[in-house]
């Protein structure tokens, strides 16, 4: 019923949950940001970006979907090793931080895109406590250095906003996408709220 422009197995699972059958056609575009690029443009631009790349070859209505953690203003993408994992997780300690997810959907309407922005505080993480999590291997490819979906929960002290963007993808905004663009989520065609 719809392509999926991701390999994540997160994004996968999160649009089964909703009762969204995928063909996954990963698309592959460059996710360096843009000088003065505001967090909230680039992951718009990447979702449209990866959206756009896999929807010529599918048939189907195309969803792209990108996250981004902001800290200060900084944009933390996916950690390239073991210290830049320690140097996030670090920053993130003790405090609110922002995550950003951006979704978009091609389809009979165009393309269209929305973003939200979660906020999320994180304990106090100790220095033995990054080191150990980081030999988990579930932090390297996470933006933020971090899962909140999995061991990492137990750092996440206070959420507000949507979990579900947090973890890849906000199911409320994505259903509402879905629907415009006439796929079906598990209400079928009894989902009309636009």
């Keep these: 019923m719809l392509c999926l422009a991701s390999a994540s197995p997160r994004r996968r699972d999160l649009l089964a949950s909703i009762g969204v059958t995928v063909s996954i056609l990963p698309s ?3 996710e360096t940001p843009k000088p003065g690029e505001s967090a909230k443009n680039y992951v718009e631009r990447l979702a449209v970006a990866k959206a756009e790349a896999s929807a010529p070859l599918s048939s189907l209505p ?9 800290v200060d203003g900084v944009l933390l993408g996916k950690p390239v090793d073991a210290d830049d994992a320690a140097a996030m ?4 300690s003790g405090r609110w931080h ?9 389809g009979p309407k165009g393309v269209l895109c929305r973003c939200v922005t979660t906020h999320v505080r994180m304990r106090e993480i100790t ?10 291997g579930e932090p390297a490819d996470k933006a933020g250095g971090y899962a909140i979906q999995g061991l990492a929960a137990i750092f996440v002290e206070e959420i507000k906003g949507s979990h579900s963007a947090v973890v890849g993808l906000p199911l409320y905004e994505t259903a509402q996408l879905l629907n ?3 796929v079906p989520i598990w209400m079928g065609h009894y989902y009309s709220h636009t």
Excluded: K, P
Excluded at 98 to 106: G, M, P
């Design 62 to 70: 195309t969803l792209g979907s990108d996250t981004a953690v902001v």
């Design 28 to 30: 592959h575009v460059d």
């Design 180 to 182: 415009q663009q006439g």
């Design 89 to 92: 997780l670090a920053r993130l």
């Design 127 to 136: 220095t033995r406590e990054i080191a150990d999590y980081w030999q988990t």
């Design 98 to 106: 922002e995550v950003l997810t951006a979704v978009a959907v091609t």
